[in-house]
């Protein structure tokens, strides 16, 4: 069975909903608080979590807040704690071919340290998409470090357990669900795909109106 993947790319006209859980995240981001904290969207699968991950990923106010650290990692049910260093450094670090090869060579604790030491003294924002197992994220936190420069760690996760094993101090955020207008307009979108993204038959639009 081939896995899902997520990247940070998003198409914006195939979203509905999600404007004021955007905004509420990333004001939470942003804000002064200068311990490094851990953010998390917390819900069942297929409610639009990493869809709104993205959206808070590519909003203009947070590309310019950690303009020079900005990373995107899927996690998923195979969680391997070296692989997902390693993508995080592909990232962010501007490196050589040569210190390229050499970080491809270094074991996980290596690997950690690297990473690390790249990121002390930097602001740096780091998605960690699909976090299924509270035990998963303890070999991660070593990895970034905790000075008080604002710098913000962000999960998805169906597991509220996880969320609070990443950050007790941190508030889960849970995706608003869509008003019955939105529920409508998403519907149309999906069951009659077309260039008018309202589109459906009259006799559709019909019953939803009475």
Not at 47 to 72: E, P, S
Not at 88 to 95: A, E, Y
Not at 139 to 161: I, Q, W
Request: proline content about 4%.
């Amino acid at each position: 069975m081939k896995l899902r993947q997520s990247s940070p790319r998003i198409e914006d006209q195939g979203i509905v909903g999600l404007q004021n859980d955007t905004i509420q995240l990333v004001e939470r981001l942003l804000r002064k608080d200068q311990r490094r904290t851990v953010v998390s969207i917390v819900g069942m699968g297929g409610i639009g979590k990493t869809t709104l991950a993205k959206k808070v990923y590519n909003d203009r106010r947070v590309v310019n807040h950690f303009q020079y650290c900005r990373a995107w990692v899927y996690v998923s049910l195979d969680c391997k704690p070296r692989d997902i260093f390693q993508r995080i450094i592909n990232q962010i670090s501007l490196s050589s071919e040569c210190e390229a090869e050499r970080t491809e060579k270094l074991q996980e604790d290596e690997l950690r340290d690297f990473l690390h030491d790249y990121l002390k003294e930097k602001r740096y924002f780091v998605v960690f998409d699909d976090l299924w197992k509270s035990e998963d994220w303890k070999y991660v936190p070593n990895a970034f470090p905790r000075e008080r420069n604002g710098s913000r760690l962000l999960l998805t996760t169906r597991n509220k357990d996880v969320a609070l094993h990443a950050d007790p101090l941190s508030v889960q955020h849970t995706i608003q669900l869509l008003s019955a207008n939105e529920s409508w307009r998403l519907f149309c979108r999906t069951a009659f795909p077309g260039d008018d993204p309202e589109s459906c038959p009259p006799e559709l639009s019909g019953c939803y109106s009475s």
